[in-house]
């Protein structure tokens, strides 16, 4: 039977959250100092520079492993690990527990890479607790929308898309709208840590195949990622991953996921930390020099977690804005919705009674 929620504030969901932590990792001031008055490849490389060099967590189960991480990244108040492969989540007592039918789920799949179990293949930022069935049926597909051979596992679609140059249909698996920009946001890091240095440079995880691997039709990376620049993207894939970027903004459940593992790990995710960063490497900004007056971390009290991309057109902004606290994302019977003032919201938009 799915687990079904109770209702719950932001304000219980953050207080628990800290006590079950207790020692949250926050962002260091002027962490990312060094990235203002970069564009483009310069700018990926340096945000490669803070964040390649982090504590590996041995994979698996038991203390000191990537189900202790979960245990503070991925449990709720009521202690269910949420699952964003479905919604069926299962509870876990104690750190390095594995949840019921869960497995380790490499979102960004690690046959993209040839498999090897290095610093990508342990890395917390892509791994997920997952549905042992939904994770089976996803395979080694990239994120997209399937148009036809439509099948759902979990809370997954899984179906195929057509792609025009190639002239071939290939696999895809698409989450529910609420996870969107999770999942956006964790390949922006994984193809910023673990991508080509801009000049070319192979990161020794892409060592096996000098490079993503693009071989092998039976494997999601032939479809959706490219050696030829620091991007790393098809195009294609990358439409897909900035329209959910900004479609699914950094939530309070995805900040305090980043704040515990990088606990563990010591490192950040740019995107989650400065996430209209993402606009100036794949979207509107490509091309333009970085100008953190105008960016707002999403720690900073004046970002609005599940409404704001972290761009302010005037700096003062920061400081004279008034907040609105009644504005937040928040999880009730499995479901993610929007409290707007006394209103709540489905996250597309459709009031709740």
């Known amino acids: 039977m799915a687990h079904i929620k109770h209702q719950t504030s932001y304000i219980l969901f953050a207080l628990l959250f800290v006590a079950q932590i207790g020692f949250a990792e926050v962002l260091p001031d002027g962490f990312y100092n060094k990235i203002n008055g970069l564009q483009d490849g310069q700018l990926k490389d340096t945000l490669k520079s803070l964040i390649r060099d982090h504590t590996a967590i041995s994979y698996g189960s038991g203390t000191g492993k990537t189900w202790e991480v979960f245990f503070y990244s991925d449990r709720d108040e009521e202690g269910y690990i949420m699952d964003m492969y479905c919604d069926d989540w299962k509870k876990v007592t104690s750190p390095g527990q594995v949840a019921a039918g869960c497995n380790i789920e490499h979102s960004f799949a690690k046959s993209w890479w040839g498999g090897s179990e290095n ?7 892509h791994l997920n607790p997952s549905n042992s069935t939904a994770n089976s049926a996803r395979s080694n597909y990239p994120l997209g929308v399937p148009v036809k051979e439509i099948k759902t596992a979990g809370s997954l679609r899984v179906g195929k898309i ?12 698409e989450p529910k709208d609420e996870y969107k920009g999770d999942f956006a946001r964790a390949y922006f890091y994984m193809a910023t840590c673990y991508g080509h240095w801009s000049n070319g440079t192979i990161d020794p995880v892409l060592s096996k195949y000098n490079g993503w691997r693009i071989n092998n039709k039976d494997v999601g990376s032939k479809f959706a990622m490219q050696n030829d620049n620091y991007l790393e993207f098809q195009p294609w894939e990358q439409e897909v991953l900035i329209q959910w970027h900004r479609q699914d903004p950094v939530s309070v459940k995805e900040i305090h996921r980043m704040d515990a593992v990088s606990d563990f790990q010591h490192n950040r995710n740019p995107f989650i930390d400065y996430p209209y960063l993402a606009e100036y490497i794949w979207g509107e900004k490509a091309g333009q020099t970085v100008e953190m ?11 609005i977690p599940g409404t704001s991309n972290g761009w302010t057109d005037i700096a003062d902004d920061i400081e004279n804005t008034e907040i609105p606290t009644q504005n937040y994302k928040f999880l009730r019977s499995g479901q993610l919705l929007i409290r707007v003032g006394d209103q709540i919201y489905t996250i597309t938009g459709q009031k709740v009674q």
Not at 119 to 125: I, Q
Not at 294 to 300: A, E, I, K, Q, Y
């Open 119 to 125: 610093d990508a293949y342990k890395d917390c930022y």
């Open 162 to 173: 057509h792609h025009d140059s190639l002239n071939v249909d290939f696999w895809v698996f």
């Open 293 to 303: 007056i105008h960016l707002v971390s999403s720690s900073d009290e004046a970002f």
